[in-house]
Protein backbone atom coordinates (compact mmCIF):
# COMPACT_ATOMS: atom_id res chain seq x y z
CA UNK A 1 0.00 0.00 0.00
CA UNK A 2 2.74 2.42 -0.78
CA UNK A 3 4.28 4.49 1.81
CA UNK A 4 1.57 4.91 4.25
CA UNK A 5 1.48 3.60 7.63
CA UNK A 6 -0.11 0.33 6.93
CA UNK A 7 0.54 -1.57 10.78
CA UNK A 8 -1.70 1.27 12.14
CA UNK A 9 -4.78 -0.30 10.63
CA UNK A 10 -6.69 -3.43 11.46
CA UNK A 11 -5.77 -6.99 9.01
CA UNK A 12 -9.09 -6.30 7.98
CA UNK A 13 -8.79 -2.65 6.64
CA UNK A 14 -5.95 -3.53 5.17
CA UNK A 15 -6.73 -6.74 3.14
CA UNK A 16 -10.18 -4.65 1.92
CA UNK A 17 -7.90 -1.26 0.82
CA UNK A 18 -5.80 -3.58 -1.36
CA UNK A 19 -8.88 -5.73 -2.76
CA UNK A 20 -10.48 -2.66 -3.57
CA UNK A 21 -7.44 -0.27 -5.09
CA UNK A 22 -7.19 -3.72 -7.39
CA UNK A 23 -10.58 -3.13 -8.54
CA UNK A 24 -10.07 0.24 -9.27
CA UNK A 25 -9.36 -0.40 -12.91
CA UNK A 26 -12.49 -0.44 -15.62
CA UNK A 27 -10.00 -3.46 -17.57
CA UNK A 28 -9.99 -5.61 -14.38
CA UNK A 29 -14.18 -4.64 -13.25
CA UNK A 30 -14.42 -5.86 -17.02
CA UNK A 31 -12.81 -9.06 -16.31
CA UNK A 32 -14.27 -10.06 -13.46
CA UNK A 33 -17.77 -9.60 -15.25
CA UNK A 34 -16.34 -11.89 -17.35
CA UNK A 35 -15.82 -14.44 -15.39
CA UNK A 36 -19.02 -14.04 -13.38
CA UNK A 37 -20.96 -14.72 -16.26
CA UNK A 38 -19.16 -17.43 -17.74
CA UNK A 39 -19.88 -18.95 -14.27
CA UNK A 40 -16.44 -21.18 -14.77
CA UNK A 41 -13.02 -21.04 -15.35
CA UNK A 42 -11.43 -18.11 -18.59
CA UNK A 43 -8.36 -19.66 -19.68
CA UNK A 44 -8.06 -17.74 -23.12
CA UNK A 45 -11.10 -15.92 -23.92
CA UNK A 46 -10.25 -12.22 -22.38
CA UNK A 47 -8.64 -10.84 -25.43
CA UNK A 48 -11.93 -11.77 -27.85
CA UNK A 49 -14.36 -10.55 -25.51
CA UNK A 50 -12.78 -7.40 -24.54
CA UNK A 51 -10.32 -6.46 -26.93
CA UNK A 52 -7.24 -5.73 -25.49
CA UNK A 53 -3.65 -6.95 -26.15
CA UNK A 54 -3.26 -10.02 -24.00
CA UNK A 55 -0.15 -8.81 -22.15
CA UNK A 56 -2.49 -5.80 -20.62
CA UNK A 57 -4.95 -8.92 -19.83
CA UNK A 58 -2.61 -10.94 -18.29
CA UNK A 59 -1.12 -7.49 -16.28
CA UNK A 60 -4.65 -6.94 -15.04
CA UNK A 61 -4.86 -10.66 -14.04
CA UNK A 62 -1.90 -10.28 -12.01
CA UNK A 63 -3.49 -7.75 -9.99
CA UNK A 64 -6.39 -8.89 -9.82
CA UNK A 65 -4.86 -12.40 -8.33
CA UNK A 66 -2.17 -10.52 -6.36
CA UNK A 67 -5.05 -9.04 -3.72
CA UNK A 68 -6.50 -12.66 -3.76
CA UNK A 69 -9.39 -11.97 -5.70
CA UNK A 70 -9.05 -14.53 -8.30
CA UNK A 71 -7.03 -17.86 -8.54
CA UNK A 72 -4.90 -19.28 -11.74
CA UNK A 73 -5.23 -23.18 -12.33
CA UNK A 74 -2.74 -24.55 -14.36
CA UNK A 75 -4.47 -26.50 -17.60
CA UNK A 76 -1.73 -27.12 -20.06
CA UNK A 77 0.42 -24.61 -21.37
CA UNK A 78 -2.62 -22.40 -20.13
CA UNK A 79 -3.48 -20.73 -16.84
CA UNK A 80 -7.58 -20.32 -16.46
CA UNK A 81 -8.63 -17.92 -14.19
CA UNK A 82 -12.09 -17.78 -11.76
CA UNK A 83 -12.93 -16.18 -8.60
CA UNK A 84 -11.34 -16.96 -5.57
CA UNK A 85 -14.64 -17.80 -3.24
CA UNK A 86 -13.80 -17.27 -0.27
CA UNK A 87 -11.92 -13.93 -0.73
CA UNK A 88 -14.93 -12.51 -2.85
CA UNK A 89 -17.65 -13.66 0.21
CA UNK A 90 -15.28 -11.47 2.53
CA UNK A 91 -14.66 -8.58 0.44
CA UNK A 92 -18.93 -8.56 0.17
CA UNK A 93 -19.23 -8.69 3.81
CA UNK A 94 -17.00 -5.85 4.84
CA UNK A 95 -18.77 -4.16 1.98
CA UNK A 96 -21.88 -4.65 3.11
CA UNK A 97 -20.85 -3.89 6.65
CA UNK A 98 -19.08 -0.96 5.81
CA UNK A 99 -22.13 0.41 3.64
CA UNK A 100 -24.47 -0.93 6.38
CA UNK A 101 -22.91 1.36 9.17
CA UNK A 102 -23.78 4.83 7.40
CA UNK A 103 -27.17 6.21 9.00
CA UNK A 104 -28.13 9.64 7.19
CA UNK A 105 -29.92 10.90 10.08
CA UNK A 106 -27.08 10.97 12.23
CA UNK A 107 -25.21 13.49 9.87
CA UNK A 108 -24.69 17.21 9.70
Known amino acids: MGLTK?????????RL??????LAHPARIAIL???IK???????????ELGLAQATISQHLKELKNAGIIQGTIEGV???YCI??????I?????AAFF??????TCC
Open 6 to 14: TEIFTEEQN
Open 17 to 22: ATMLKA
Open 33 to 35: QQI
Open 38 to 48: ANACICGQLVD
Open 78 to 80: TVC
Open 84 to 89: EPTAWK
Open 91 to 95: MKNNM
Open 100 to 105: ASYNPT
